[in-house]
């Protein structure tokens, strides 16, 4: 199936602007528009198929079709671009879609009234900040859970994807799990702690936590082999390599002797990969970015405020391995 037609191609195809096009789809009778021009319109809609997004209509009605990005971290160019790019992919795609543009604020917030409403984006943002959005009553949705429930945002199951990982180190006989990461104060790092241990007091096997907030990964992993864990945990992706390499230089193999389970993608750029495919969790960063607008433009135009979590696609990798027999006891 070919891509959806927008209302940018309608106006490329006939040459006139995106907003001569809402205008002939709306029958606005706000703006003349020349007879021809109208017929070239409708003649271009007729001949793709094109279909109104109802969304969109119903955005029509109460907007100007402007909707707001703020970023309270830098995201392009930056040691974050890699990780921020999907949710901007997502959130340009449906915009089009929707027939709305897109303004970028760096300044500063309290700018965003000039959006019809605000996606905001930022792994830690302050709960008074939050506050004074909600307590602001202009539209705006969070990519990424936020610990209020007057919040409205499109986040990541983090929990359930930790949980099911947990879950899958257990039945492969791993009894000794820890997690090695700050586990917050970031709610994407509070959900990661949570699953895990959740999971692990299910299961009724131990779990410790290593926080690592002042001691690098050469001091951690001595401390946990002591401890006897056989399955590592790892909350910033990008360590992976330094992890593996670490554990090798204790004579340990990766996952011959310890397995190694990853929470996510890299969030800063130029990590170095690990030298095979490490076992870890997907996250719906493209979909997340596209959900926000969707829940946006509700919200423009007098729908629910809406808190979603969107599942997390588990990669099986190769660095979970079955625990040996001396390791089960």
């Known amino acids: 199936m070919g891509r959806r037609v927008t209302q940018r191609d309608i106006a490329r195809m006939t040459g006139v602007s995106q907003a001569t096009v809402s205008l002939v789809l709306n029958d606005s009778g706000a703006v003349r528009i020349a007879q021809e021009t109208r017929q070239r319109v409708l003649d271009a809609i007729r001949a793709t198929g094109y279909v109104a997004d ?24 930056s040691a974050t671009a890699d990780f921020y790019h999907p949710f901007l992919v997502g959130i340009e795609q449906r ?3 929707l027939g709305c543009d897109l303004l970028l604020f760096t300044s500063g917030p309290h700018r965003m009234r000039l959006a019809d409403g605000c996606i905001v984006l930022g ?6 900040e ?15 859970r936020r610990d209020a429930t007057d919040v409205p945002y499109v986040g990541a199951d983090y929990g359930a994807a930790t949980a099911a990982l947990v879950a899958a180190a257990v039945a492969l006989g791993h009894r000794r799990l820890a997690y090695v990461g700050t586990g917050g104060p970031a709610e994407s790092h509070l959900d990661r702690l949570r699953g895990f241990a959740d999971a692990c007091l299910a299961a009724g096997v131990s779990a410790t936590h290593e926080p690592r907030r002042d001691d690098a990964l050469a001091g ?5 082999l002591a401890a006897g864990v056989t399955a590592l945990f790892l909350e910033e992706p990008a ?12 004579g340990r193999d990766v996952p011959g002797d310890v397995s190694v389970v990853v929470l996510g993608e890299p969030t800063r750029a130029g990590a170095t990969p690990p030298p095979f495919d490490v076992t870890r969790f997907r996250t719906p960063r493209r979909e997340m970015g596209w959900r926000a607008v969707d829940h946006l433009t509700e919200l423009v135009g007098g729908g629910p405020a809406r808190q979603t979590l969107l599942p997390c696609e588990l990669v099986p990798g190769e660095t979970l391995r079955t625990a040996s027999s001396k390791e089960r006891t």
């Open 220 to 224: 951690v992993v001595p401390r946990l």
């Open 95 to 97: 915009a089009e879609q």
């Open 239 to 250: 360590d992976a390599a330094d992890l593996v390499a670490v554990l090798r230089g204790h």
């Open 54 to 77: 109802v969304v969109g209509r119903r955005l029509a009605d109460r907007s100007n079709r402007i909707l707001g990005v703020f970023t309270y971290e830098p995201v392009f160019p």
């Open 130 to 144: 939050l506050a004074r959005l909600v307590a602001e009553h202009h539209p705006f949705v969070s990519v990424g």
């Open 123 to 128: 792994r830690s943002i302050g709960r008074d």
